[in-house]
C-alpha cells in the first residue's frame, strides 16, 4: 500500500472518488490540485489538509488562499504548482485524475521522480504513449490504470507476465445513452441527452465521449500503449450492463475477466493498494441479483468516432494527439452548445487531416499536433 498521495485533479470525479478511498485507507495527501472550483478545493484542504493545494490560474489561488486563510497549506498555480505537486518527495504516488492534455508534464514529472502513477488521465497514453512507457521503463515508475477496463485488463493478466501469451485484449463499452440508435435519430439529439449515461457517474467530458464512443476509441490507444500490443490485439464489445469491466483471451483459448460493480473506487483502491486487496467501501456485486449479462458488437456506422480513433491508432504518430485535441475542443463546444453532436466526428476527422503528419514525434511535436488539431476545429 502507498504512503501517502498527490491527486491532480481532486475536484473532478476521478478525484472525489479517490478522497473517499484515502479517507477509508488513511492515507495521508501531499497535494491537491484542481481548476477554478474554489469553494470545492477549500472544503478538501479542510478535510484532507494538503501541504499544498494548487489551482489552475492566479486569480483562483488568490480566492482560495483568502477562503482558507489560518490553514497550514500552501498555494501555487498553473503549470509550475502542477509540476510541484506532481514530484512532492513525501508522496509515493501521484493520481493522475485531470482531464486532457495538461495531464501529460505532470505525469512524465512524476515517472522521472519515481512516484507510482494512478493513471485516470487516458490523454496522456494517447498521445504520447510511446514515449510515457519509455520513461516509466527508464526510471522504474510504476503505472497502475485507473480506469475500469484497463484495470480489469491489469487485474486479468496478474498471473500471466509473458505476452506472447495474449492472443487479444477485449474492452467492454457499456454503449453510453445513445445504444441502439441510428444516424438519423442520433442528428436530433441534444447536450442533456448526451450526459445521461447509464451506468456511470462521471464528469461532462467523458461523458460526452462515452456517448460518441470516443472514449472506447482513446482506450483502445491505451491499451495498445500500455500492454504493447498492435492494434489487431485489441478489440471493443458492447456490454450494456457495465458489469464484465473487460477481458483477456489467451493463445490457449482461455477468457479471463475481471467483474464488479460499476464504482470507479473499486480500481481507485486497487493502484493505492496493489500488490495488496483490501475491505472496499463499494457494496460487493451480488451475481444472483446482477441479471443477464449480454454482448455485442458496436455500430461504427452510427459511432463514426470509434472508427476514426481506430484508424488514427494505425496511423500512430502525431495522427493520435491531433485526434485527440480536437476531440477535446470539439466536446467543448458541443458543450457550450455552439454545435451538434455528429459535428463532434465531422470537425475532429477533417482537423486529423489538417495536421501535417510526423511518425516517430518529439514532444514538442506532439505538443504542436495538438495546438494545430484545437486550432483546426475551431476554425472549422
Not at 497502475?144 to 501469451?165: K, T, W, Y
Not at 439529439?189 to 472514449?215: E, F, S
Not at 475532429?348 to 511518425?359: C, E, K, L, Q, W
Amino acid at each position: 500500500m502507498v504512503k501517502c498521495v498527490s491527486i491532480l485533479g481532486s475536484t473532478g470525479s476521478i478525484g472525489r472518488q479517490t478522497l473517499d478511498i484515502i479517507e477509508h485507507l488513511h492515507i495521508p495527501v501531499a497535494a491537491l490540485t484542481a481548476g477554478s472550483g474554489v469553494e470545492r478545493m477549500a472544503e478538501q484542504c479542510r478535510a484532507f489538509r494538503p501541504r499544498l493545494a494548487v489551482m489552475a490560474t492566479q486569480e483562483a489561488a488568490e480566492r482560495l488562499r483568502q477562503v482558507i486563510a489560518g490553514l497550514d497549506v500552501e498555494v501555487a498555480w498553473g503549470e509550475v504548482g502542477l509540476l510541484r505537486a506532481a514530484t512532492m518527495e513525501e508522496a509515493d504516488c501521484v493520481i493522475t485524475a485531470v482531464v486532457g492534455m495538461v495531464g501529460l508534464k505532470p505525469t512524465l514529472a512524476a515517472i522521472r521522480a519515481k512516484k507510482r502513477i494512478g493513471l485516470a488521465n487516458k490523454e496522456t497514453l494517447v498521445c504520447a504513449g510511446e514515449l510515457v512507457m519509455a520513461e516509466a521503463r527508464r526510471y522504474g515508475a510504476q503505472i497502475i490504470p485507473v480506469d475500469s477496463e484497463h484495470s480489469a485488463i491489469f487485474q486479468c493478466l496478474m498471473g500471466s507476465q509473458n505476452p506472447r501469451e495474449i492472443k487479444r485484449l477485449i474492452l467492454t463499452c457499456s454503449g453510453g445513452p445513445f445504444f441502439g440508435m441510428g444516424r438519423e435519430a442520433l442528428k436530433q439529439v441534444t447536450k442533456a441527452d448526451a450526459l445521461r449515461h447509464p451506468n456511470w457517474k462521471m464528469g461532462p467530458k467523458i461523458t460526452v465521449d462515452c456517448a460518441t464512443l470516443m472514449n472506447k476509441g482513446l482506450e483502445v490507444i491505451e491499451a495498445m500503449r500500455l500492454y504493447d500490443l498492435p492494434l489487431e490485439q485489441v478489440d471493443v464489445v458492447i456490454h450494456r450492463q457495465s458489469i464484465a469491466h473487460s477481458f483477456v483471451e489467451f493463445v490457449d483459448g482461455a477468457v479471463m475477466a475481471q467483474l464488479g460493480a460499476p464504482d470507479m473506487r473499486l480500481p481507485i483502491q486497487l493502484a493505492l493498494t496493489y500488490p495488496e486487496r483490501v475491505e472496499c467501501i463499494v457494496e460487493p456485486l451480488d451475481l444472483t441479483k446482477c441479471g443477464a449479462l449480454t454482448f455485442c458488437e458496436p455500430d461504427l456506422e452510427a459511432f463514426p468516432c470509434l472508427a476514426l480513433a481506430r484508424a488514427c491508432a494505425k496511423a500512430g504518430g502525431t495522427a493520435c494527439p491531433a485526434m485527440n485535441g480536437a476531440n477535446e475542443e470539439a466536446v467543448a463546444m458541443f458543450l457550450d452548445d455552439r454545435i451538434g453532436f455528429y459535428d463532434i466526428y465531422e470537425r475532429v476527422s477533417r482537423a486529423v487531416d489538417a495536421v501535417p503528419f510526423i511518425r516517430q514525434p518529439s514532444l514538442e511535436e506532439i505538443l504542436e499536433a495538438d495546438r494545430l488539431a484545437r486550432a483546426a476545429v475551431v476554425d472549422a
